[in-house]
Nanobody, 121 residues
């Protein structure tokens, strides 16, 4: 069974950090670009960052520049989203998704179930 599983979400105070993980099972992430997408309550889904199969990253959200970074560890079949200096407006469900084109085309073949991130004092 092909599956993506996110973890690492939770409640954090403004200014804090979280690291989200996206682990694949049933397939190898080496040949996929992986994107992180978030959806806040009452808002449309928003692309955050993507990393290609070769390791290049694409930023889709100006609001996270300088605060969020994406990385991958192919040996662990896992992609990470490091989120620093978190703000209340970062509160959302965060999804990872796999793009079989290997590039960040934003056309995803597989999605995880999402992990909740809440930034609040």
């Amino acid at each position: 069974q092909l599956q993506l599983v996110e973890s690492g979400g939770g409640l954090v105070q403004p200014g804090g950090s979280l690291r989200l993980s996206c682990a694949a099972s049933g397939f190898t992430l080496d040949y996929y670009a992986i994107g992180w997408i978030r959806q806040a309550p009452g808002k449309e889904r928003e692309g955050v960052l993507c990393i290609s199969s070769s390791g290049g990253s694409t930023n889709y959200a100006d609001s996270v520049k300088g605060r969020f970074t994406i990385s991958r560890d192919n040996a662990k079949n896992t992609v990470y989203l490091q989120m620093n200096s978190l703000k209340p407006e970062d509160t959302a469900v965060y999804y990872c998704a796999a793009d079989g084109s290997r590039w960040c085309s934003q056309e995803y073949d597989y999605w995880g179930q999402g992990t909740q991130v809440t930034v609040s004092s």
